[in-house]
């Protein structure tokens, strides 16, 4: 019904940068809050930034300042800057869009792939 593809991750030097994109495709009539979240191994998946339709934007701490969440609504894409990149950035990275079918107000939460980010010392 729906997918979400992300791209953009791989290996990069501490204080290097990446862009992860995440573009949403099939039954979709609206999209919601837009969100990044990262699992390292052994840990939690933990919310590092969501975006609401209008664009307003919040960050876990751990990440202000250094990554910046976008979207773009007539791409059904939401990005994800990261500057100043640290080795505990390390993981995968997961893309959450809130996805409505119909026009009944309804939606529902689907994730991506996920993308692996390394960041070496």
């Known amino acids: 019904q729906v997918q979400l593809a992300e791209s953009g991750g791989g290996l990069v030097q501490a204080g290097g940068s990446l862009r992860l994109s995440c573009a949403a495709s099939g039954r979709i009539f609206d999209i919601g809050t837009m969100a990044w979240y990262r699992q390292a191994p052994g840990k939690q998946r933990e919310l590092v930034a969501t975006?609401?339709?209008?664009?307003?934007?919040n960050y876990a701490d751990s990440v202000k300042g250094r990554f910046t969440i976008s979207r773009d609504n007539a791409k059904n894409t939401v990005y994800l800057q990261m500057n100043s990149l640290k080795p505990e950035d390390t993981a995968v990275y997961y893309c959450?869009?809130?996805?409505?079918?119909?026009?009944?107000?309804?939606?529902?939460?689907?994730w991506g792939q996920g993308t692996q980010v390394t960041v070496s010392s």
């Open positions: 959450n869009a809130h996805i409505s079918y119909v026009s009944d107000n309804r939606y529902y939460s689907w």
């Open positions: 975006i609401s339709s209008g664009g307003s934007s």
